[in-house]
């Protein structure tokens, strides 16, 4: 006689494990803990074998006897349900690994290390943006070139058609990598050369014009946030550096800041040009080092933080210059083209400036002269620092600040 819900339901466990049955080879099994577990007994290749279905209630008996339909099915075509099973597990294990998201892992750990902090920082945060929502649990085998579109034209609506450009170029590196390690056969956003609009021309980084300085060293002055971002944006201006090699720098990088010729030398690695660059330090430049040495404390880093890359967000100076009143109006990247601007201006040796600006391309000739302008390069910061230091004096202010 076949089972019931209702026959089930009032199943009593005994001292010993029972069979009940209930029709085509399936039967429940009622342990004496209480536990009621759904098997199919059948027999393959002249063996008795078992095929477990789940446990009771969790798989209704509505759900069992449809298993066991299927399992009669395989067994009509020759094949061995219990084989079938393993062969699903290992496909649906073969498959966790190969989704888009674990591609994209890999691929980004294969090339992290050639990679400088800052831009596989970037990369990341695209990645986990931009592409792991939409496509991060899909098997990158399935995916179509308009899932891929689609992902990136969410970029676009937020009208950053050169930002949606680059993450469809990351994710074709990302597609190629899975053909080449045979976790996908192609690579969809080659279908989508065209599909996007044009990012037109690209926007300049707001930077202050010479005569708007000493009224932001001003506010800068007076400026009332963290230490640490004061510090780190005195750090910025007076050096010109890019954001990440100051977000990034460690104190093993400065020579001689008890001596006459302080020098802030920045390794290759943490370079965009990839090449050792050297930095002259003003003494107001090493005073600065001094007061954030108070701030970093023990770390190897300058500017420590409780962040993923364990340093100051990238984020943190330019959000003090939106505080000072300066969203729009200025970046913390746009004050190496002011500072370019104004030595300009003053006549300085333009050769100085594009190797302080470390714009000059690493060739044998470059590093030569890197070491030959070195005096006249220092020379050029310390009136920097001094031009800086003097239109920051409270002295200079006509009528107060400006509240913005």
Same mark, same amino acid.
């Given at each position: 006689?076949?089972?019931?819900? %209702?026959?089930?339901?009032?199943?009593?466990?005994?001292?010993? +494990? =029972? !069979?009940?049955?209930?029709?085509?080879?399936?039967?429940?099994?009622?342990?004496?803990?209480?536990?009621?577990?759904?098997?199919?007994?059948?027999?393959?290749?002249? !063996?008795?074998?078992?095929?477990?279905?789940?446990?009771?209630?969790? &798989?209704?008996?509505?759900?069992?006897?449809?298993?066991?339909?299927?399992?009669?099915?395989?067994?009509?075509?020759?094949?061995?349900?219990?084989?079938?099973?393993?062969?699903? !597990?290992?496909?649906?294990?073969?498959?966790?690994?190969?989704?888009?998201?674990?591609?994209?892992?890999?691929?980004?750990?294969?090339?992290?290390?050639?990679?400088?902090?800052?831009?596989?920082?970037?990369?990341?945060?695209?990645?986990?943006?931009?592409?792991? +929502?939409?496509?991060?649990?899909?098997?990158?085998?399935?995916?179509?070139?308009?899932?891929?579109?689609?992902?990136?034209?969410?970029?676009? %609506?937020? #009208?950053? +058609?050169?930002?949606?450009?680059?993450?469809?170029?990351?994710?074709?590196?990302?597609?190629?990598?899975?053909? %080449?390690?045979?976790?996908?056969?192609?690579?969809?956003?080659? #279908?989508?050369?065209?599909?996007?609009?044009?990012?037109?021309?690209?926007?300049? @980084? *707001?930077?202050?014009?010479?005569?708007? /300085?000493?009224?932001?060293?001003?506010?800068?002055?007076?400026?009332?946030?963290?230490?640490?971002?004061?510090?780190?944006?005195?750090? &910025?201006?007076?050096?010109?550096?890019?954001?990440?090699?100051?977000?990034?720098?460690?104190?093993?990088?400065?020579?001689?800041?008890?001596?006459?010729?302080? /020098?802030?030398?920045? +390794?290759?690695?943490?370079?965009?040009? =990839?090449?050792?660059?050297?930095?002259?330090?003003?003494?107001?430049?090493?005073?600065?080092? @001094?007061?954030?040495?108070?701030?970093?404390?023990?770390?190897?880093?300058?500017?420590?933080?409780?962040?993923?890359?364990?340093?100051?967000?990238?984020?943190?100076?330019?959000?003090? /210059?939106?505080?000072?009143?300066?969203?729009?109006?200025?970046? &913390?990247?746009?004050?190496?083209?002011?500072?370019?601007?104004?030595?300009?201006?003053?006549?300085?040796?333009?050769?100085?400036?594009?190797?302080? /600006? *470390?714009?000059?391309?690493?060739?044998?000739?470059?590093?030569?002269?890197?070491?030959?302008?070195?005096?006249?390069?220092?020379?050029?910061?310390?009136?920097?620092?001094?031009?800086?230091?003097?239109?920051?004096?409270?002295?200079?202010?006509?009528?107060?600040?400006?509240? &913005?």
């Amino acid at each position: 006689m076949s089972l019931s819900d %209702a026959k089930l339901r009032t199943l009593k466990s005994e001292s010993k +494990p =029972r !069979k009940i049955a209930d029709r085509d080879g399936l039967f429940v099994l009622v342990n004496p803990n209480g536990s009621r577990l759904w098997r199919l007994a059948y027999r393959f290749g002249g !063996k008795q074998k078992l095929l477990a279905l789940g446990a009771y209630p969790t &798989v209704s008996l509505r759900d069992a006897r449809k298993a066991t339909e299927a399992a009669r099915d395989l067994l009509a075509e020759g094949i061995d349900p219990s084989h079938e099973r393993k062969v699903t !597990k290992v496909k649906a294990k073969i498959a966790a690994g190969h989704t888009f998201e674990a591609v994209a892992n890999d691929w980004f750990d294969a090339r992290r290390e050639g990679w400088v902090d800052s831009y596989s920082e970037r990369l990341r945060a695209r990645l986990d943006a931009d592409l792991m +929502p939409a496509l991060g649990k899909r098997p990158i085998a399935e995916i179509e070139p308009v899932e891929l579109l689609e992902a990136v034209r969410r970029i676009e %609506a937020r #009208d950053a +058609p050169e930002m949606a450009r680059r993450v469809l170029q990351m994710a074709s590196g990302i597609f190629r990598f899975g053909v %080449a390690t045979g976790r996908c056969r192609r690579d969809p956003a080659a #279908d989508l050369r065209g599909a996007l609009r044009s990012p037109g021309a690209p926007k300049r @980084r *707001a930077s202050l014009r010479p005569n708007e /300085l000493p009224e932001f060293m001003q506010r800068l002055a007076a400026y009332d946030g963290a230490a640490q971002t004061t510090l780190a944006l005195q750090l &910025v201006i007076h050096t010109f550096v890019r954001t990440s090699e100051v977000r990034f720098a460690v104190w093993s990088e400065f020579e001689d800041l008890d001596g006459d010729r302080p /020098l802030w030398r920045i +390794p290759a690695e943490r370079m965009k040009m =990839r090449r050792d660059h050297l930095v002259p330090l003003s003494p107001q430049v090493v005073r600065i080092l @001094r007061d954030i040495k108070e701030t970093s404390g023990r770390s190897a880093f300058l500017f420590p933080a409780p962040t993923r890359s364990k340093v100051l967000s990238e984020n943190t100076m330019i959000y003090a /210059l939106y505080r000072m009143g300066y969203h729009g109006r200025a970046t &913390v990247h746009g004050f190496r083209s002011t500072a370019s601007t104004l030595l300009n201006e003053r006549e300085f040796n333009r050769d100085w400036i594009e190797m302080q /600006l *470390a714009h000059c391309e690493g060739d044998v000739r470059s590093i030569y002269n890197a070491a030959e302008w070195l005096s006249g390069r220092r020379e050029m910061m310390n009136w920097w620092s001094s031009h800086l230091e003097r239109i920051a004096s409270p002295q200079r202010r006509s009528g107060g600040l400006k509240v &913005v």
